[in-house]
Nanobody, 120 residues
Framework: VQLQASGGGLVQAGGSLRLSCAASGNIFSINEMGWYRQAPGKQRELVATITSSGSTNYADSVKGRFTISRDNAKNTVYLQMNSLKPEDTAVYYC???????????????WGKGTQVTVSS
């Protein structure tokens, strides 16, 4: 199983970026998908998650600015980031909680991360 994230980059404060993460490989079902981020010198933190039925959860710091969505047919999760702030600067990682075969215990997989830099 591989998770490939894309869409990071450099943007000015107030700008927007859209991240994508596609899961590929031997996948039976994907339960929850999400985005996490890690800024220099800080621990990795949750940004947003979305279940297979579309229920979402956001960190308070991004509520109203970020929107998570997914395309189940493409095993892909997106993160639309608007009104970006310098404090959003971090490496963003996607995560998928999935099973590879029927009746397997759900396991978590991580992508390699994509850098988001917001200049002031």
């Amino acid at each position: 199983v591989q998770l490939q994230a894309s869409g990071g980059g450099l943007v000015q404060a107030g700008g927007s970026l859209r991240l994508s993460c596609a899961a590929s490989g031997n996948i039976f079902s994907i339960n929850e998908m999400g985005w996490y981020r890690q800024a220099p010198g800080k621990q990795r933190e949750l940004v947003a998650t979305i279940t297979s039925s579309g229920s979402t959860n956001y960190a308070d710091s991004v509520k109203g600015r970020f929107t998570i969505s997914r395309d189940n047919a493409k095993n892909t999760v997106y993160l639309q980031m608007n009104s970006l702030k310098p404090e959003d600067t971090a490496v963003y990682y996607c995560n998928a909680e999935l099973t590879r075969v029927r009746f397997e215990r759900t396991m978590g997989y991580w992508g390699k991360g994509t850098q988001v830099t917001v200049s002031s």
